[in-house]
């Protein structure tokens, strides 16, 4: 089992920064990987960032290709949580985003369903 509890939401105009933090707890797996997605009122759930945080491939990152430059995924090992830093925030970016975390991923970063575990969400509103 994988907690995890997500934070950092908000309302920010265009231009503005948001950093995200989801807190995990309840696991003993030593690596996992930990994406963080985002869905819009009638879209899909979009992969964002994600992050692998063990074995030799630990800290490595990837983003969807309209955050890259602007959003930032790393982790504090120290206490289990992994940030998503948003900048240059724009009004697209509106959604409710989550943490997700699987010990096994047999697919791509960006697909949820490869995910198992699940916060439940913070909201992030930007006005233009």
């Known amino acids: 089992q994988v907690h995890l509890v997500e934070s950092g939401g908000g309302s920010v105009q265009a231009g503005g920064s948001l950093r995200l933090s989801c807190a995990a707890s309840g696991y003993t797996y030593s690596s996992l990987y930990f994406g963080w997605f985002r869905q819009a009122p009638g879209k899909e759930r979009e992969g964002v960032a994600a992050i692998y945080t063990g074995g030799t491939g630990g800290g490595f990152t990837y983003y969807t290709d309209s955050v890259k430059g602007r959003f930032t995924i790393s982790q504090d090992n120290a206490k289990n949580t992994v940030y998503l830093q948003m900048n240059s925030l724009k009004p697209e970016d509106t959604a409710m985003y989550y943490c997700?975390?699987?010990?096994?991923?047999?697919?791509?970063?960006?697909?949820?369903?490869?995910?198992?575990?699940w916060g439940q969400g913070t909201q992030v509103t930007v006005s233009s």
């Open positions: 997700a975390a699987e010990p096994y991923l047999g697919g791509s970063w960006y697909v949820a369903h490869e995910y198992n575990y």
